[in-house]
Each structure stands twice: as structure tokens, then as C-alpha cells.
């Protein structure tokens, strides 16, 4: 599992509900997926003010996991429309380590990363010359945040990662992200 990991693929549906700004009811999937070239988000369009979506360029998308327990996955992109050109770096860190055996699974078939920080960074350069960055940083308690994944495939050359679970996530305008599927191809 240690290594200096590519992420090859990575596939995450948000499956949820809420309203839009007519306060209309909407059922809402926000879907990502990113390999080593491009980066899409496609979600509702009462979405597109508030958050990235269309296709962006990848330039970095990886995931180091040592054998001391620690790991980060580094995300970069870049996007560029008729009025802005955007470049967006994300930062998480943490811990991880198997799961034991149980509840259907065995040994080293699962695995939990707890996240002890977030960063993310977005520079947005307009096509007037101004410029806006924002940055943020999230710092957690071991265990206050957490993935766990099932591990489909485990080799020297390539790990494969899925999860899927409940969540209850409030997002801006007044939406809950329900159900979330994601799944991580790494390569070495």
C-alpha cells in the first residue's frame, strides 16, 4: 500500500436533494472524475455560480502513502473560460491504517484514512488583468474525519479504492449530499 501513487482514476457521484433559487424541490447528482489529464465536474445548474463545473487540465494528481502511517493526496488543475482562468490546488493529509477482520471482511480488505487537514487554494486571474486567490486550511483531530474504503485491488503496480456510504452534508443553497460514491484507481 505504501508508495508514491498516480491517481490514474478517480470517479465521485454525490447523490442528494434540495431546492433551487425559485426554491423550486430538485433532486440533485454532482459527478467528478479526474485522471493524470483532465478533471470534470458536471452538477445541476443552479450550481454553476457557486461551484467549478466543465472540464479542466490536470497538473498534478497524486497520492503518497508512507509505511510511517501518513499520507497526502495533492490535486492540481487548471481551468479557463472567455473571462477567467482559474488554477486550483488541493492539499489533504492524514493518517491511515487497515481494518481489522470483521463485518463480512478480513484482513487488509479495508482501509480508513483519517484526514487531519485540508487546503485548498484557488487563484482566479480575470481577462482585465485583476486577480483573486483564495485560501483556505481545515485542521482536524485524528478520527473527526475519516474515509474508509473497501480495497478492490491490491498489487505492486496498481491499487484499487471504493467507497461507498451515507453522508449529511449541508452545501450552499440549502442542499444535503445524501449518498456518495467514489472510487480511486492509483498507479505506480
Known sequence: MSNEWKIDSWIKTDIGSGVNQFNDPIDMVISHSLNQ?????ESPPVFFVLFFSGTATTTEASWVINKKGEWTKTIN????TQNYANVTTEITKGVWNFLDSGNDYKKKERVIFNITSEYKKEIFNNNNGTSVTNESTEEYNNGDKSMIFEIIQLKSKEVILKRTGLKDEISPVDHVITNTEE???LKN
Not at 489529464?37 to 465536474?41: G, M, Q, R
Open 37 to 41: 489529464n483532465t478533471y470534470v465536474v
Open 183 to 185: 472510487e480511486y484507481i
Open 77 to 80: 488543475y487548471e481551468y479557463s
